[in-house]
């Protein structure tokens, strides 16, 4: 039996293709070039600790009707859908095609192969009082204004909502077996510190070494939940193979710090000094309407709804976890660590010979 995932040659992919691997699990990755892509996919599934031979991959699109998937599917243990355009100022047609319409092909591909979905959606569908702002009805999707959700929250967040909460319906409706894991904002690998220049927190910490960040957006009480990618890709294996899984798993560590804690570990990693101010999200909002500020201070609008005062409630996936042998590693040496591979990234770049 097989694990098909989608998404397997990003960040978050390659890692649960090498945890999946390292339990001798075999894994079909669907991709949009196997023959230049495949490749490049096993060295860094051997990179991670896992087992490129059990690695195989299959063509597919999630932007093209039904995946473009011509091949016969071998028997499957489960869909992995980690797939998705990721980027700020994504425009609507675009983020829905891949994220929403793509979304929905892979879970009516699921239902086909009567086989468990699990589906990656986001921590932000926890944060009611977020939804209500935007205009969410959680219980019916067509029942929400969604070029006003598209322009409140950004192409790439309600594209992302818009797909959990259709996927739901559809899993609902035609009794398909589903997980959904809701990650928080991925930080690095706990061990190495690992963590791709596209991730948020990659970014925040780029940020703060280019001395972008004279304040903390928000107040005391503001923080960026996070999860360490190693941890995350084990719970989301776990919820591909274990007989019995919740419908919901947070992928979120509740004792991240605030995101002025978060700076302050992060900063002496960055040979720099953590910003004892704040500046409220209200004012950092307004400058991000100017135009090129956004670009300047690499700091997009859609990103501040991630920064927040809600606090969450991961009993069940904590309970889901400690029932897999998992445990949270500790996050503030995850920050640490982030820290210091970003430093040394950026130390090698310097180096090199021009």
Not at 177 to 206: F, I, K, N, R, W
Not at 292 to 299: E, I
């Amino acid at each position: 039996m097989t694990i098909l995932i989608t998404g397997a040659s990003g960040f978050i992919g390659r890692y649960v293709c090498a945890q999946l691997t390292r339990d001798q699990q075999p894994v079909l990755a669907m991709l949009r070039q196997p023959s230049s892509q495949l490749a490049t996919l096993r060295q860094q599934v051997d990179a991670l600790g896992g087992h490129s031979d059990l690695v195989h991959a299959i063509q597919g699109d999630l932007d093209q009707p039904d995946l473009a998937i011509s091949e016969t599917l071998p028997a499957l243990d489960a869909i992995i859908h980690l797939g998705a355009r990721f980027a700020w100022q994504l425009p609507m047609a675009d983020a829905r095609r891949t994220n929403v319409d793509g979304a929905l092909a892979v879970a009516r591909l699921a239902r086909q192969q009567q086989t468990r979905l699990v589906f990656i959606s986001g921590f932000m569908l926890e944060n009611l009082g977020h939804l209500t702002r935007l205009g969410i009805d959680l219980n019916a999707a067509d029942k929400t204004d969604w070029q006003q959700v598209y322009r409140r929250a950004g192409g790439y967040e309600a594209s992302k909502l818009e797909a959990a909460i259709r996927v739901r319906e559809y899993a609902r409706n035609q009794q398909l077996e589903m997980v959904e894991v809701q990650p928080a904002t991925v930080a690095g690998d706990s061990h190495t510190g690992q963590l791709d220049s596209q991730q948020p927190l990659y970014q925040l910490l780029d940020n703060l070494a280019r001395g972008r960040m004279a304040a903390t957006p928000g107040t005391p009480d503001h923080w960026l939940p996070l999860v360490a990618v190693d941890l995350l890709a084990a719970l989301i294996a776990r919820a591909a193979l274990a007989p019995v899984a919740p419908p919901r798993l947070l992928a979120l560590d509740g004792n991240t710090p605030t995101l002025q804690g978060l700076l302050a570990h992060a900063a002496p990693s960055l040979n720099k000094r953590a910003p004892k101010r704040f500046l409220p999200m209200g004012v950092l909002a307004t400058l991000l309407r100017l135009p090129g500020l956004p670009r300047l201070l690499n700091t997009w609008p859609e990103a501040l709804h991630f920064i927040q005062t809600t606090r969450f409630d991961t009993g069940a996936s904590d309970a889901f976890l400690a029932a897999q042998g998992l445990t949270h590693p500790a996050i503030k040496g995850v920050i640490t660590a982030s820290s210091h591979f970003y430093q040394q990234q950026h130390s090698s770049a310097t180096q090199q010979p021009a």
